[in-house]
């Protein structure tokens, strides 16, 4: 009877083992930058956190998956420029997704923090070595932002763990690798062009990394500049804009994992511009039009953000799920 039962468990151990083997080969790495968007989002409206967290952890646990139970086939994959810098946006994701859990478990929160910024810091330092000392702008891609400016994302989240001039030092590492990237990956994109349909989505990201310096000057500066915020608002809002002009023919593409691309660029860019007022205004309605526009910024975040999630549940759960039947 004992090994009968014995069968039985080791039979249920194994069907698992294959459902989480199955389920890692079946997630795709850019399903990082939606766990971002999501976190992010849920950091711009607050009032809906827990709905927007719970996907983001939801994703995190998947990934975690994809990380345990198909690390051979993503260790090739980050042999590929576009999916290095798009795998940035997981180390990226569960900093912010800490930020959830500090108010209830601070060091646990402090500790996966800390393990997500040496994360990001290796995978900078590899993509430098891979793919950066030969640098040909005729491969570049948006998504290496992600891998250099993105790495600022800390900036803002490190005084919350009273690390200030820890958030400052990375507020100018991104702001130098964003003004030194940005000239290249302008002539790649409008130039040379090329980019191959199923990153295209990924042109979206040119409007993070301004947003992102922004956000991480008025979050790790106590007295802020004014004229470094006017400058990184006008780089800001002049990438969004462009953006926000091409968004409508992106978004006839068919669906490519890569849509996850339109999620955390515009959050950041709602988030920056929020911040922005908040500091200009002070209590005052001279920016009555940032205000408007901060709002115009976070509905058109929130209604891209749970559209691509819709569209990741609709291509990857439903779809399935109905040709299983």
């Not at 999916?83 to 500790?111: D, E, H, K, Q, W």
């Not at 968004?247 to 849509?259: A, D, G, Q, V």
Request: charged share 10%; net charge positive; hydrophobic share 55%.
């Amino acid at each position: 009877m004992a090994g009968h039962s014995g069968a039985i468990a080791t039979m249920a151990s194994n069907d698992d083992g294959h459902l989480l083997r199955r389920v890692a080969k079946n997630t795709p790495i850019p399903l990082a930058g939606l766990m971002l968007g999501l976190a992010s989002t849920g950091n711009m409206v607050s009032d809906y956190r827990w709905f927007f967290g719970f996907f983001a952890f939801a994703i995190m646990s998947v990934l975690i998956v994809k990380i345990v139970f198909d690390s051979k086939a993503l260790r090739e994959d980050l042999r590929n420029p576009a999916l290095v810098g798009i795998a940035c946006t997981f180390p990226m994701g569960v900093a912010v997704l800490s930020t959830y859990l500090r108010p209830y478990l601070p060091n646990l929160a402090f500790t996966i923090w800390m393990m997500m910024l040496l994360i990001h810091l290796a995978l900078m330092v590899y993509f430098t070595k891979a793919f950066m000392i030969k640098f040909d702008v005729a491969k570049a891609l948006p998504a290496y932002f992600v891998v250099y400016v993105g790495f600022s994302v800390n900036a803002f989240i490190a005084p919350l763990y009273g690390m200030v001039l820890l958030g400052q030092v990375l507020f100018w590492f991104g702001l130098i690798a964003f003004l030194a990237l940005l000239p290249p990956l302008l002539y790649r994109t409008l130039v040379v062009k090329s980019i191959p349909e199923p990153l295209i989505p990924t042109i979206v990201i040119f409007a993070s990394p301004a947003s992102v310096c922004l956000f991480a000057y008025l979050r790790a500066f106590p007295d802020p500049e004014t004229w470094m915020v006017y400058f990184l608002l006008g780089i800001s809002l002049i990438l969004y804009v462009a953006i926000l002009a091409i968004l409508p023919r992106i978004l006839k593409l068919k669906f490519y994992p890569s849509y996850s691309s339109l999620t955390f660029p515009l959050v950041i860019s709602a988030i920056a511009t929020t911040a922005t007022y908040q500091y200009l205004s002070e209590g005052s309605n001279e920016f009555m039009g940032l205000m408007y526009l901060s709002y115009f910024e976070i509905m058109l975040a929130v209604i891209v953000v749970i559209y691509v999630l819709a569209r990741y549940m609709h291509h990857f759960l439903i779809k399935k799920y109905i040709a299983t039947v």
